[in-house]
């Protein structure tokens, strides 16, 4: 991610300018023998550059901070983020920890202030004039998303529920608080009439809890003896370097290690970290004693259920194929820490330039029974369309038995495990799901105010017109199970695409493509193209028959969800939508109404001959560079130009008989020859 990028992400999750009384009175209050002194920064105002900064604002602040606070001049030193990008602030303040001696260098899992030097005024990011917050020069949406880009990392890398950043000028001070709904930034605090503020922010940080810092206090140290330390390492697989940490769940203590998935892109959002965590209380009944962990935080409205919950109603409904919860809670539900953000509180204040709705996130923790795969391990494209098989009748079954859509039907929330042998697909990430006939907007303050899925595989519709207006459906859920059988398609399985610039741009144009619309995130003009030409662009280049088959059953259906607008009028620009046939009524009225549609086509694809061909069914990724898992706004791709010539002849002989016979519920080969007839389910 770019600087500019990350600038992109943080906008629009900004509240601004907090007067400094206001921001310390709310966010470090305490008691400061901090005096109105203008010489503490009066040598920062004659500095000639951007270097000279560090060392004076380092002197200014040395008897202020000791001994609490140690600050390190970090300017020279950059570390890799979360992505391995090298960042890194120009200094850096450490908290004294007992019998640990403070970084030298920048060291981001124990930094606790983040401090940017700029020496022109013009590289501000705020306070462009009027009522506007965000200036919008390259410069200043340089510094936002540097700034950006270093909170980040310090919130993935280190257990936090906020943070504080400061971004200095010769003149002035910016303090900011950062959270999961954004970041509230502070009015300039001029160096010499209001300098005792920055004095009185950092005597009061050094004095403050370690929860005012920011410091998640649920996570604790491991408590363990060596022998139960050595037992516990060999369970999570954890080597003799990885840190082991006591994390509370409710009222229980779980044992976990590193990460084995971080989804961290930017300050803001729900964060998700998953661990594989030990129970002490389950081994000592001789219980299975791993578990799955996982840390979030949640959209929080009054009625909003929480996933353990949804887990639960999902069990006992009977629904197959979604993890199985063993606990799960918000952390600190009494709320008397910062484990519910704070940023969206403040939106409505008169001082604040950016009125845009925020929501409020919880954190919370939630443990399941371990799926120890996912579908990118599969080691053939058989078994990875089983597991979007059985993840689709997951989403099918929790419709039908528990009212239940998902919504974030995405690559990374289909995961698998082998029970006696047979593989097992599951749907997993149900904490974004909806009641179905659910209005939990009852409130301005509990809306949505932001799409819900992964914007790889989320339905066009929803993001070819942006905003709130759209209801989510089952049927999107639908498409995105669609789109992740392209995505297998096209990235795990042999095809005759072309070299690796060719299927990179398929690639961007179909799961990345971004642009702006009403001044909003928008995409998936490609997909809808996609599916106008019946994926002329990739599916009659396959290998893999069965596949592409399935494929081009699915399709038809999902270009009937966009009808193609046909000129009648050349001239006036007038566009009419063509009724549709009685067969296509038939197929949508199919697609809409019956919730084992997609499940039973998978099946039946799954039935055919083909499957078995080493050279076509072996999983193997295509490398491609360079590739971003979130919108690109600077990737304006259009829609490709595509016809029929394009493919060879033979490969147009078999597209249109595959059809044919695919509608007659006939088996087929690759050059369009019947195999076998079967009557295949819906067709």
Known sequence: ??????????????????????????????????????????????????????????????????????????????????????????????????????????????????????????????????????????????????????????????????????????????????????????????????GHFITTFFERFGQASPSVRGVDTTVLPHGLNADEEEKVRALLNANSDTVLRKVL????????????????????????????????????????????LKDSWRIWTLTRPTEYEILKRLEHKGVENV?????????????????????????????????????????????????????QDCTTVQDAVIVVKDASIAHQQAYDKAKVVHRDVSWANIMAKRINGILRGYLIDWDMCKLIGDDEALEEGDQVVERTGT???????????????????????????????????SMYTSHTLGSTEELTTFHHSYFLQSYKKDGKDAGGKY????????????????DNTPLRYLLLLLVDAMALRYPKPVEV??????????????????????????SSWLSDRIADALQLDGWETADTNAMKLHKLPNLENKPNDRYKASATTLAMSHISASEQKYRAVMVKKAEEGKKVDRDGHTTKKRKLRGS
């Open 455 to 489: 914007w790889f595989f989320i339905a066009a519709r929803l993001i070819n017109t942006p905003g709130p207006t759209l209801v989510q459906t089952r049927v999107d859920d639908v498409e995105s199970f669609f789109h992740i059988l392209v995505y297998l398609a």
């Open 1 to 194: 991610m770019t600087k500019l990028e990350a600038a992109s992400e943080i906008s629009g999750h900004i509240v601004g300018p907090m007067p400094i009384e206001k921001f310390l009175a709310k966010f470090m209050p305490g008691t400061s023998t901090a005096t109105e002194d203008k010489s503490t920064f009066k040598k920062l105002r004659h500095v000639t550059d951007e270097e000279q900064m560090y060392s004076r604002w380092i002197d200014a602040l040395n008897d202020v901070c000791k001994p609490e606070i140690v600050l390190r001049d970090t300017h020279d030193d950059r570390v890799p983020n979360q992505d391995d990008q090298k960042i890194g602030p120009d200094v850096t303040a450490y908290c004294l920890r007992s019998n640990e001696t403070v970084p030298e260098c920048c060291d981001l899992g124990r930094a606790e202030i983040l401090m940017e030097f700029k020496f022109n005024n013009a590289d501000d990011p705020f306070c462009g004039g009027g009522h506007v917050l965000e200036r919008n020069t390259v410069a200043a949406k340089e510094t936002l998303g540097q700034i950006t880009m270093s909170a980040t990392a310090q919130l993935a890398l280190q257990f936090r529920t906020h943070a504080f950043s400061l971004l200095v000028f010769p003149h002035y001070t910016r303090i900011l608080r950062w959270d999961r709904a954004g970041v509230v930034v502070s009015a300039k605090i001029n160096h010499q009439d209001k």
């Open 527 to 542: 997909k809808i193209a996609f599916m106008h030409t019946q994926g002329l662009d990739l599916l009659p280049k396959l």
């Open 569 to 594: 009028n050349p001239l006036r620009k007038r566009k009419n939508v063509p009724e549709l046939s009685n067969d296509d009524k038939e197929l949508l009225h199919e697609l809409d109404n019956n």
């Open 249 to 292: 769940v409710g009222r229980q203590y779980f044992i976990i290690g590193d990460a084995t998935f971080i989804s961290a892109s930017c300050a803001f959002g729900r964060a998700t970290r998953c661990y594989r965590a030990y129970d002490p209380a389950a081994a000592k009944k001789g219980l299975p004693c791993v578990f799955i």
């Open 323 to 375: 993890p199985v919860a063993v606990c799960g809670s918000d952390v600190d539900p009494a709320e008397e820490t910062d484990h519910k953000t704070r940023t969206q509180d403040l939106v409505r204040e008169d001082w604040n330039r950016h009125k845009f709705p925020l929501r409020a996130l919880r954190h919370f923790r939630l443990v399941t029974h371990e799926l120890d795969m996912h579908i």
